[in-house]
């Protein structure tokens, strides 16, 4: 338990120092934001602080950080320092710097703003491979919710009828102005999915079950390596791509550059306390990391959340668990589909603020993901993890970039880079080893990657050098 409230400390002092830090380098100023100059009624509407940081955080979480770290608790508590130190360094930054960014160009995609800063190869790269991850998330986001409330339902409303009800709700959240419904439901679906994080270490400490201490060893009872699985499968409770397809919706709704801190980076540390919360109530609770894998294999993310809760909290526990896994992923799902359409109407050039131009891109957009919910989740989950975690990659890149352009001090652009470089060996390595990948022996695979991620800070480096020397003869001038 120790470890567990240290960790708490170590998120807290990670907003109000390192967040801080962050802050300074970008520079937030007075300057009148894209929900006042551009209101369009949509998607550019203007929104009090606290409403847009609940929105944020139900944007980014859903069940991210319930089920990505119940199954990243596998590994043991070594996950723990992930989410911390994964979340301040990176996750937090990443979410803070896309969304500044993302404010400053008018609230653009991470699609547009790659093709601002890295190129129009990358901008034409990041506008499919986004659009493509957010369609991975939105229909993951509909077949969990659905398969637990047919449970809980008669048989004649089996799981593809649910689906049909999930995905025309998906079609009234994507179309609708992000005041009137998202505006209004998400705000109070945040505050549910803290409460049940909150009820969890309510029901630890009252249950006195043991929250076992930080270690680097490896207790996954299947064998899997921590490197790069880990790292795979905790992303939005430490850091995370699909963030930075939402961040920019809510670019568009802030009323002040100075509350991004609060918003962006306050809402990631927020759902790293509720990753660390459910990798510490799952482990506790079953008793160990065999226990936890097996319920996992047995009863599926959705049934050991209701096991955990109910378990601890009784009836009360039961409420929140069926709230929380069916609300917060489908709150993830209708912004993943919502977001798709921003990006496809910045590649069509469609205004948005006519309801037949986004008819136009929803309709198609939810058709298609209406297919792919017929997939198999298990695979749709390996190949979004795997997708989520490189789209993270190329959003740090996106913010290094900008930093080496803008910062007054080019070595602050190391805040970016640092963690940037450490996703290219995530994610490469992990294609090359996974199954739905090349299936490469970790003795080949391991110092590829490695090769890989030193080839990537080598060229940055490089670059930082250059722009440095450039700073210094231009200062040199001046005087």
């Known amino acids: 338990m120790i470890s567990l409230i240290l960790s708490f400390i170590v998120l807290i002092a990670g907003y109000f120092i390192y967040g801080r830090v962050v802050e300074r380098v970008f520079s937030p100023d007075d300057r009148q ?182 270690s680097f060893e490896n207790l996954h009872p299947e064998g899997l390596p921590i490197w790069p ?73 959705s049934g050991v959340v209701y096991d955990i809760s109910t378990g601890m909290l009784g009836p009360v526990g039961g409420v929140l668990a069926i709230v929380g896994v069916v609300a917060c992923p489908i709150t993830s799902g209708d912004t993943a589909f919502r977001s798709a359409r921003l990006i496809i109407s910045e590649i069509a050039g469609l205004n948005q603020k006519t309801i037949k131009n986004r008819l136009l891109i929803t309709i198609p957009l939810l058709g298609l993901g209406a297919i792919l919910t017929q997939l198999d989740f298990n695979v749709l989950w390996r190949y979004f993890s795997w997708s989520n975690q490189t789209l993270a990659m190329i959003s740090l890149w996106v913010a290094t970039s900008y930093l080496l352009k803008t910062a007054k001090n080019k070595y602050f652009s190391l805040m970016t880079a640092l963690p940037a470089t450490f996703m290219v060996g995530v994610s490469v390595t992990y294609i090359l080893l996974a199954k739905e990948g090349f299936r490469i022996d970790k003795a080949i695979a391991y110092p590829i990657g490695a090769i890989i991620s030193a080839g990537f800070f080598v060229f940055y480096l490089v670059k930082l050098r250059k722009l440095q020397k450039r700073n210094v003869r231009l200062k040199i001038w001046i005087l």
């Open 33 to 214: 934001t894209p929900a006042n100059r551009l209101n369009d009624g949509v998607d550019y509407v203007p929104m009090k602080t606290w409403k847009a940081f609940l929105v944020q955080l139900l944007n980014i979480a859903g069940t991210g950080p319930i089920f990505g770290a119940l199954m990243g608790a596998c590994f043991g508590p070594v996950v723990f320092l992930w989410i911390i130190f994964g979340s301040v360094l990176g996750g937090a930054v990443h979410d803070y710097m896309v969304g500044m960014i993302s404010e400053r160009h008018d609230g653009k995609s991470i699609a547009e703003l790659s093709g601002i800063y890295l190129g129009n190869i990358p901008k034409w790269g990041m506008r499919l491979f986004s659009v493509i991850l957010l369609l991975l998330t939105g229909t993951v986001f509909v077949n969990s919710p659905a398969a637990l409330i047919a449970k809980l339902t008669p048989e004649s409303l089996g799981v593809n009828f649910w689906i049909i009800v999930i995905l025309v709700y998906y079609v009234l959240a994507t179309l609708l102005p992000i005041d009137k419904i998202i505006g209004k439901l998400y705000p109070v679906f945040g505050v549910t999915l803290i409460v049940m994080a909150l009820g969890i270490v309510f029901g630890v400490v009252k249950g006195g079950y043991t929250v076992p201490e930080i």
């Open 229 to 301: 699985y880990m790292f795979i499968t905790v992303a939005c409770g430490a850091i995370s791509g699909f963030h930075a397809t939402q961040s920019p919706m809510i670019s568009k709704c802030m009323t002040g550059e100075k509350e991004g801190r609060k918003i962006f980076y306050g809402a990631m540390i927020c759902e790293s306390f509720i990753a660390l919360i459910w990798a510490a109530g799952g482990v506790a609770f079953y008793g160990a990391t065999g226990g936890l894998n097996n319920a996992l294999s047995t009863l599926g993310q």
